[in-house]
């Protein structure tokens, strides 16, 4: 069962980046920050004065798993797979799968974010070694 | 000869609520009955134990469930009338959180006592609606992580920071075990278990193997909190409470958690150290769980956590005992109610019916729960002196 991401205009920006493989961050003009996942608010001030800005794409792998078993089943036939969170040189964090050789994966690990087509969409994945 | 002194005291006594029953449904399959079945078998046993009407129960508070109405079913189903009545919902601190407000209830005046209980089928979950709902359904979800995924994020980063291995880890299932081969309520009673065993067994979400992961079963558990004067009163010394993130992708420590927050509160509000605890019960749903919260709970120093499993600390015999009824990996994890099997466990050492798994002198006991992704911490401290 594939589940349809479901956007609005706060999340929209970054799905469209995605399509034409810009990665698109809210920013809070108020903070001057970035901030992730997007929402109708700035987190830090929970005011408003929020735009999106086109960001670099690298970062480094801060932990991740390679699982064995999957959460569901649509899941199951891309086992093993390795997924994990990876902090931005903009400064956020993102929960990505990992693409590459599974056991070269390690904290620290840098690389870029990409994007593939995934259960019928245009999503974000990040891959060691490759630079933006 | 009355006194003023003593007058005193026995009206503090008199309205200081204190927990008199605890019991837990052995972890199984239970196939055959719904969770309402299950909520009838925990209260048809607290009744006949303690002679206590449904009529005259004033609090009823009840784990919720994923899609609701868990109060009203056990309004339903056990035709209660309570004062107050509801379902929380703090993931696996949700036993503890129901504790403090129907203390605090209590404490208050409002109500006499409560009746707080929780069952679950963690066997048998819907996995979609599991992931939609442990992980943000737009931005986490995509990337297809699992539970114990979510918890391995946490072992790896804390294995790779303090060089921890996978046979040290290991020691932590193995001492679970011991315990669980003292307690025929536990799902392995029967089966010993080896560190050889635990890094032989096959990976589910790296760092982390089969015996790694507690075992997903149905189970619940009940507790009676009283004003009134009982046998074997439990009295809740401490309550600490923290939270920090909500989804796992905003963390940004996986070495530490808020326990370390609700930790220090709940000692604080207890006014004791950490000389004076006889008996620990920390939720355990990933080997690496106790490891990390024994550090921030400020048992060691951030770690070292591993050298209270080197030196069988909390084992049968050790000087800290620690989940001293197998832990949820080795007696059995039901979900949301999870808590109430670590918290039962706490107040039946300090009631001295334990059996064969019995600490002896058990005056004082730490209980700590997480809901969440390791997100929401709660502490208490338990003890059978007033």
Redesign the interface.
């Known amino acids: 069962?594939s589940?349809k991401?479901?956007?609005n205009p706060y999340?929209e920006p970054f799905f469209e980046g995605a399509k034409n493989g810009k990665l698109m961050m809210p920013y809070c003009r108020d903070c001057e920050k970035f901030f992730?996942?997007?929402r109708v608010l700035c987190p830090q001030c929970t005011k408003s004065d929020v735009e999106y800005r086109e960001v670099e794409k690298s970062g480094s792998i801060?932990?991740?798993?390679?699982?064995?078993?999957?959460?569901?089943?649509?899941?199951e036939k891309?086992l093993p797979?390795a997924?994990?969170?990876i902090k931005l040189n903009c400064g956020v964090?993102?929960?990505?799968?990992i693409e590459g050789d599974l056991p070269s994966i390690?904290?620290?690990n840098s690389g870029s974010v990409d994007f593939r087509e995934?259960?019928g969409?245009v999503?974000p994945v990040f891959v060691p070694g490759q630079a933006s | 000869m009355p006194d003023e002194n003593h007058v005193g005291k026995e009206e503090v006594s008199f309205m200081k609520p204190s927990i008199v029953y605890a019991a837990v449904l052995p972890p199984k399959r239970y196939k055959e009955y719904s969770r309402m079945d299950m909520y009838g078998m925990l209260f048809q046993q607290f009744a006949r134990e303690t002679g206590v009407s449904k009529n005259d129960i004033e609090a009823a508070f009840v784990t919720a469930h994923s899609f609701g109405m868990a109060e009203e079913q056990i309004i339903d189903y056990l035709k209660l009338s309570p004062k107050r009545c509801a379902a929380f919902d703090v993931g696996g601190a949700t036993t503890l959180f129901m504790l403090k407000q129907a203390m605090t209830l209590i404490e208050s005046g409002e109500i006499k006592n409560a009746v707080i209980l929780g069952a679950g089928k963690f066997d048998d979950v819907d996995?979609?609606m599991?992931?939609?709902s442990t992980?943000?359904?737009?931005?986490?979800?995509?990337?297809?992580?699992?539970?114990?995924?979510y918890y391995?994020?946490?072992a790896?980063?804390y294995m790779?920071d303090f060089a921890l291995t996978e046979e040290e880890l290991a020691l932590v299932s193995v001492a679970q075990r011991k315990w669980a081969n003292l307690n025929e309520d536990a799902f392995m009673y029967e089966k010993p278990l080896s560190v050889q065993d635990v890094v032989s067994s096959?990976?589910?979400?790296?760092?982390?193997r089969l015996f790694d992961c507690s075992i997903p079963l149905s189970g619940g558990g009940l507790v009676f909190i009283t004003a009134e004067k009982t046998k074997n009163p439990v009295y809740l010394k401490g309550y600490g409470e923290a939270h920090r993130y909500g989804?796992?992708?905003?963390?940004?420590d996986?070495t530490s958690t808020s326990a370390v927050k609700s930790g220090a509160r709940a000692f604080d509000s207890a006014e004791i150290s950490h000389d004076d605890i006889d008996v620990l019960e920390i939720y355990d749903a990933f080997s690496i769980c106790p490891v990390i919260l024994l550090e921030d709970l400020g048992f060691y120093e951030k770690g070292k956590g591993i050298e209270f499993y080197k030196k069988g600390r909390g084992e049968p015999g050790g000087d800290l005992p620690l989940n001293t009824y197998g832990g949820l990996l080795s007696f059995g994890h039901p979900g949301m109610p999870a808590g109430f099997h670590v918290f039962v466990e706490g107040v039946r050492q300090l009631q001295g019916s334990c059996g064969k798994r019995q600490v002896k002198n058990a005056k004082t006991a730490l209980v700590h729960c997480y809901g969440g992704m390791f997100a929401n911490h709660i502490t208490t401290i338990l003890t059978n002196e007033q």
């Open positions: 069962m589940k991401t479901e956007t999340t992730y996942h997007p801060v932990t991740f798993s390679v699982l064995y078993r999957a959460p569901t089943e649509r899941f891309e797979y997924f994990g969170v964090q993102m929960l990505l799968r390690a904290v620290g995934q259960h969409k999503l | 996995r979609e599991a992931l939609l992980s943000h359904p737009d931005f986490e979800a995509f990337a297809g992580p699992s539970m114990p995924g391995a994020l946490f790896q980063r790779h096959p990976y589910i979400a790296t760092p982390f989804f796992i992708t905003t963390n940004e996986f």
